[in-house]
């Protein structure tokens, strides 16, 4: 029995590999953003559909796609990571203490960073592994304690002044009008998707996903695997908090906690398309871009900020509600 | 609610008799003088170096005090602001010589309670609710605390135009309602009388509607014809809605001049919204609360304005008031502690990097010393 699952795919119905049911399930949630885009576009196309409105789209929610994908990586191993929210913000915290405070050269930070984050993988991943215990209750334990450790070492206090050179290279430098941070996204996306489709190390991380008994019988070091999905998250959540100190140019102890759920959102909500019953980078990737789509527009409309919450959740539901339709309600598991 | 409160900057504007006056300039009937006369007289009012001015009459503080101790219950200890105030308040208790507890907790209302409970057995003569708890979310224990005799005040809650709850024996109440006029003139006078802003506030804190008000009427009155939004952004959203309703804004509206961020940590995030719409450097930011990380920010350009108030002098200034109600004087209405503007000219003053105190001066010390009749 895994720990995070949905449902397999669903087969085509003829078995001759295409079918109309399975197609419109791929590619609903495109066709939804698409629809969105169209909406909003036809309202008030003169700030909608400009450039600079999808360009600032892109680049700012570079950092929910990051740290979704570090999410994703848990996930399609059979694990939650409630802590990937607070290793970002401990990331982005250290950043500010170390590079702004301490005047530390700022390759040696993110190399610093990014150790740390290893470092919180594997203490995760040791304790729900040798510990046997679950990974919702471990992650959220050592997410709190993270916070704690933010509080700690920042007095309490946001703490501004990184180094010109990384918010250049986050948001300022741009390719297309573009900010950099949006590439780094996609090639993540792109990076992560090759390795889950194309390699034997990731079709292994979705074998233990599906099933670790199976996985285990057939030879995969199951342990080894999830003990590297959540190094791999820990290190992906601090690239994530490395962009957020980059995007603001300083780090505060709070406020980045508040990316978890929506990157949970977007995990599941990505689970819907392109690969439908499977987390899958690219799903997650549109999931993200169909959330902002509509309440960028909502925003730009000029709508009080409870309805932009509404069209996230109800956006979220529906979507996975529909989807549900369209595979004849097979059940959804998350034991 | 952890998160959505550690974050409160409730870091109220407290009047002071210096500017009692000029807070009532009555904007709805414009001076003779003319709106940009109008809006650099209120600039040039908190450009100046603030200088004590007695709350009330002075008084034999260490008789008064003799037998009694305070419990202050700060909103949390993992503000910032809150820290620096209680700070403040020992400091000021420990020159008068009363003890005074301060209650260590982390925004829980079971520990807001547990800390009631304590101070009521206790034997305490005042509690302060420091910094942001709102009284109605404590009511049981509050009348349970002045039935025993305790009196139970507020601090750094109100603004001036509102009333304190009835189950409180005293608040001071700040002056936000004057920050939002200096917000709105500033606005007024950097874009030469042009101003289309954006405000960003969050509904839920006590103090923002009149706040917002103040912006919203002082920018009316000065320039009628002057297009002003207003974006609510609930605190614990602020990470992920401030930068995308600002860069909506903006793309909606490529006339917008002036971002008001109402409590200035917002600003980290209308930073990045202006980057990212090419927009940094033409559109500004003015903001309140003179946290030293955006006080920062105005000295390396990214912030124009940040209005900022001494916590030390907000500490004695709570003393005073809570002083004041256990002995029996005339309440003070308004909190004594001044609001003082810090820009590129003077950002440096208040420490590089910035801190919550430096760049004020100190004659609140001195002040308050000899107004309780010590030394």
Known sequence: ?335 | MRQILVRLPLRSLFTRALFAAFSALPFAAPSLAGPMEDAEAIIAAHKAMPAFTAPGEAFDARACMKDKKMFVIPLTMTNPFNVQVSKAMEEAAATVGFPLTNWDNQLKVDQWIQGMAQATADGYALIDLQGGIPPEALMPQIAAAREKGIKVTTTHLYDVTQEKSDSLDASARTNYSQAGKILAAWAFKKTEGKPNVVIIGSDEIIPTAPFVKSIQETLAALCPDCKQKYVNVPVPEWGTKIQSSVQSALVADPGINFILPIYDSMSQFVVPALRLTGRAGLVKIASYNGTPFVIDMVRTGEVDMNIGESLGWVGYAAIDVNMRALCGLPPVENLNSPLYIFDAENAATAGVPATFNDGYGDSHIAGFKALWGIE
């Open chain 1, 1 to 335: 029995m895994t720990a995070v699952e949905t449902a397999s795919p669903p087969p085509a119905a003829d078995g001759s590999g295409f079918s109309i049911k399975a197609f419109a399930e791929r590619f609903g949630l495109l066709g939804a953003w698409a629809g969105v885009i169209v909406l909003f576009g036809a309202i008030n196309p003169d700030a909608y559909l400009t450039w600079i409105n999808f360009s600032t789209m892109f680049s700012s929610q570079a950092i929910l796609v990051v740290l979704t994908l570090g999410l994703l990586i848990p996930l399609t191993a059979g694990d939650f990571d409630l802590s990937v929210a607070s290793t970002m913000v401990l990331s982005a915290m250290m950043v500010a203490v170390l590079n702004a405070l301490n005047g530390w050269p700022l390759v040696h930070t993110l190399v610093v960073v990014v150790l740390t984050g290893a470092l919180i993988g594997v203490v995760n991943g040791v304790f729900v592994l040798y510990f046997r215990i679950h990974s919702l209750i471990v992650t959220l334990g050592t997410g709190t304690f993270i916070n704690g450790v933010v509080l700690w070492i920042s007095g309490s206090q946001t703490i501004g002044g990184v180094s010109m050179d990384l918010v250049n290279w986050v948001i300022v430098y741009r390719i297309g009008g573009i900010s950099l941070s949006f590439y780094y996204a996609l090639i993540l996306c792109a990076a992560l998707w090759y390795f889950m489709e194309f390699t034997s190390p990731g079709r292994r991380l979705l074998f233990v996903g599906r099933g670790r008994d199976v996985a285990r019988l057939s030879g995969i070091a199951v342990d080894h695997v999830r003990l590297l999905s959540f190094v791999a998250a820990g290190v992906t959540s601090s690239f994530a908090g490395i962009l957020y100190a980059g995007m603001t140019g300083s780090a505060d102890p709070l406020s980045g906690l508040t990316y978890l759920l929506p990157a949970f959102a977007a995990a599941f909500l990505g689970a819907t398309s392109i690969v439908p019953g499977r987390f899958n980078p690219w799903g997650s990737f549109v999931a993200v871009y169909f959330l902002v789509s509509g309440i960028t527009g909502l925003t730009i409309l000029g709508v009080d900020t409870f309805v932009q919450n509404l069209f996230y959740g109800g956006g979220l539901v529906i979507a996975v509600a529909l989807s549900q339709l369209v595979r004849k309600r097979q059940p959804q598991s998350f034991s």
